[in-house]
C-alpha cells in the first residue's frame, strides 16, 4: 500500500516568517514530487515539482528532497496571509500516471 | 478557454437520478483522470485514461461509469449514487512521458446526493 504522510495542522506563522511543510512517503521506488497548494472551495494548484535529491527553489518557495530518507518538505519565504491554504505532497512512483496524495497541511498565516 | 474545464460546478441528486460529469482538457495532453476529494480524507484516484484507454481503476463501485470518447474529453456518469458519494469530484490531466507527469485539476463538481 503506498502511503503519503503529511501534519494535518493546521501550522500557524506569523507573516514574514518562514513556513515549513513536511512530507514521508512510503514507497522507496516514488521518482517524481509534487507540491499543490489548495484554497478553500478551489481545486489543487501546481507550485513546485521535484525529481532529484537537494533543494529546488522558485522564488519564495523551495523544495527539498531526500530520498534515502523518504521525505520531501517545501520552505515558504516571507510567507503571506494569501499563501494561507491547505499544502498537498502528492507522490508518483516509475513516472506512471499512479498519483498518491497526503492528507494536507493545512497552513494559516497571521498578519 | 484554456486548462481543464469541469461542468456543472454543482450537482444535486437524489440517488434514484442519473446525471453525468462533463471534463474538457485545452492543453494538449494525452492522459485524463477522475480524482474523488471527501471531507477529512485525501485525494483518491478513481480512473485514467492514457490515449483514451483506460489504465487504472481503484475499485471504484459499477455506479460510477467512465467514459473518455477522445483525448480532450471525459466523462463520468454517475446513477443510484448513496449519500457516502457526496464529494469533491475533480477532473485532471497530464502530458504522460518520464519527468514530465504533472496534474493539471479542473475547478471540480461539488456533488450532494440526497
Known amino acids: 500500500q503506498k502511503e503519503v504522510e503529511q501534519n494535518s495542522g493546521p501550522l500557524s506563522v506569523p507573516e514574514g516568517a518562514i513556513a515549513s511543510l513536511n512530507c514521508t512517503y512510503s514507497d522507496r521506488g516514488s521518482q517524481s514530487f509534487f507540491w499543490y497548494r489548495q484554497y478553500s472551495g478551489k481545486s489543487p494548484e501546481l507550485i513546485m515539482s521535484i525529481y532529484s535529491n537537494g533543494d529546488k527553489e522558485d522564488g519564495r518557495f523551495t523544495a527539498q528532497l531526500n530520498k534515502a530518507s523518504q521525505y520531501v518538505s517545501l520552505l515558504i519565504r516571507d510567507s503571506q496571509p494569501s499563501d494561507s491554504a491547505t499544502y498537498l505532497c502528492?507522490?508518483?512512483?516509475?513516472?506512471?500516471?499512479?498519483?498518491?496524495f497526503g492528507p494536507g497541511t493545512r497552513l494559516s498565516v497571521l498578519p | 478557454e484554456t486548462g481543464v474545464t469541469q461542468t456543472p460546478r454543482h450537482l444535486v441528486m437524489g440517488m434514484t437520478n442519473k446525471k453525468s460529469l462533463k471534463c474538457e482538457q485545452h492543453l494538449g495532453h494525452n492522459a485524463m483522470y477522475w480524482y474523488k476529494q471527501s471531507a477529512k480524507k485525501p485525494l483518491e484516484l478513481m480512473f485514467v485514461y492514457n490515449f483514451k484507454e483506460q489504465t487504472e481503476n481503484n475499485s471504484v463501485p459499477s455506479r460510477f461509469s467512465p467514459e473518455c470518447p477522445n483525448s480532450s474529453h471525459l466523462f463520468l456518469h454517475l446513477h443510484t449514487l448513496q449519500p457516502e458519494d457526496s464529494a469533491l469530484y475533480l477532473c485532471a490531466s497530464s502530458q504522460a512521458g518520464p519527468l514530465s507527469e504533472k496534474l493539471f485539476f479542473g475547478s471540480g463538481t461539488q456533488l450532494s446526493v440526497l
Open positions: 502528492a507522490v508518483n512512483m516509475n513516472y506512471g500516471q499512479n498519483f498518491v
